[in-house]
């Protein structure tokens, strides 16, 4: 996996591309939005993170003139302007995903991994299975190791969420945001309580448990450990 | 330095126009003066000749030739002050009668009247004759005159008089335009000297009135007023400013004092790990506090009110609803929902939400356990009403003004983990969405309502 990260704070870069080899990318770091757009469009990347504020060029034209040119490459942006308008500027100009600074580490790998995994199932899923657990999206029925498993509408979402994200880590931003449609933090780890309470529903009476809370960054459903 | 002001004063320059203006019309009203008499006199001079020529013509038409020559000698005999002049002459222009000469030159233009100069000889002067020209049935020629020497010089009198007027009044417009601009000049200066020692940080002075209660005055008073709100809006600035100074360095200090007993100690992996996680535990405090100050700010600036579209409250208060309705499960507490179906008002969403959320957060915070908190949504007077009330202590009557200022926090509930910016993001969205916040007494417990403006129906 290639990605590109474009970023004028130098020392942001040098963090964000020790963590992403660490995890195993092949990243390139751009700090300036000419340098970027040149990068683009000579070579292949399978993401983007771009800084939305940058000398030259900003991230924002910088995105606008990959989707002209007919790159579809996933772009994350960075930006210290957090708000619910700038956010939604971002994304219209064709930014799949938009990430507030500061943000932690493991918030922006777990939204790059969601982007990279997104292009890749095109057909839309009418079943969803981590081991023994079945989402049957059709039915809106969930199984585990056969025994049918009763979910409130909310919950249904947040497995379908976890289930499609399954095997990575997931944040409670990102649930916040693709579950609720909620983008801010609520003061009570309401979060917290809501995943707990899909656990109980989904793991209890089950010797491997598939939903495992992540220190520090969110939660994983994964078949194994 | 002065002179220079004055010119660029535009005082000086509206005296100018001023002047200009007010030249113009009296070189106007002068003209009328002037054409009225001196046009007065000459149409006077014309008819006197006009008569003379009348009469003379009869006389010859009655007297004949030779009657009308004695009439002549006699008129020019009888006019001493030779203030008249006349001529007449056969067809060959040979002198008759009269007392002038020669027959004068003249371009005829028509109408046989013409103004000439004749040669004095007694006198030394030209004089300025007015004439008329008359043919006599026979061929006689006939010119019948009169000197305007006199009604020439009272004429050149008038225009001097007129000129000297001119000049006077540009004199003594221009001194008036000077002493009147440097007088405005002198009440600005004091109103510029004032503003620019407040400016350079005497926010405390004022600029002087004189009690006159004109413009100035008036312009005084207003800039003291607003200078007044200023210094007031300033005192709000520096109030938030120490909260946030305080509300921020509490964490910022923890951080700082945590990292530095930690780097104090041999560093164990363990030590470490929690001491970093405990910093990162309290910058995301600091960050949720940050974040919630600038929302607030948003809201309070008024910017977001343009990009309103129709909120299904129903919609958002069950959303927010089921959000909170484990954590007020695990906290021991009943949560009743009870939400009138299709209410919508135009508004921000995320801000609505965030605003809902933070007040079903506050009442499962400081409700205790066993406790019930409700939240409905009904058809008030004019709009939508979103109520959340609980059972837990309150606020007393006399704080709820007070709760709603940023980082407030009572003491009751210092022990309990939040920023003091709750309900200030929820007053703000309220403001912004112009609906009332009404803080209540459940009896026990808070009720909160936020009372919507009657709106658009639901389409």
Redesign the interface.
Known sequence: MRVLIVEDDLDAAAYLVKGLKESGYVVDHVADGREALYRVAAETYDACVVDRMLPGVDGLTIVKTMRSAGNAAPVLILSAL????DRVKGLKAGGDDYLVK?Y?FAELLARLEALLRRGRSDAPDTMLKVADLEMDLVGRTVRRAGRPIEL?P?EFALLEYLMRHAGHVVTRTMLLENV?D???????N?ID??VS?LRQKIDKGHDKPLLSTIR?AGYSLRDSH | MIATKLLRSSTLRLSILHMAAFGLSVLVLLWFIYSSTAGFMERQTDETINAEIQGLAEQYSQLGLTGLIRVIKSRVAKDKAGSSVYLLTDWKFNPLAGNLPEWPKFKDTGSGWFDATLEDTENFEPRRVRMRYFLLPGNFHLVVGRDVSERVKVERLIVDALIWGMLLTVVLGGAGGVLTSRWMLKRIDVITKASREIMNGDLTRRIPTRGAGDEFDRLAENLNAMLDQIGRLMDGVKQVSNNIAHDLRGPLNRIRSGLEITLSRPLEPETCRQAL?RA?TE?DGL??TF?AL??IA?AESGA?RQ?FTDIDLTNLAA?AA???E??AE?AGLTLEVDLAPQMTVPG?R?LL??AL??LL?NA??YTPDGGRVTLSLTAGPAGPELTVADTGPGIPPEHREFVLERFTRLESSRNT???GL?LSLVAAAAGLHQAELRLGDNSPGLRVTLAFPAGRAKS
């Open positions: 957090g708000d619910v308008d500061p932690a409130k909310k609720w909620y983008s801010f933090d609520p003061q009570t309401v309580v809501h309470r520090g | 996680e990162i910058i960050l949720q974040n600038l929302t948003q977001r990009d959303d089921e959000l909170y484990p954590v695990e921000n995320h939400s965030q959320a933070n957060d499962v915070k983990p939040g920023s709750g």
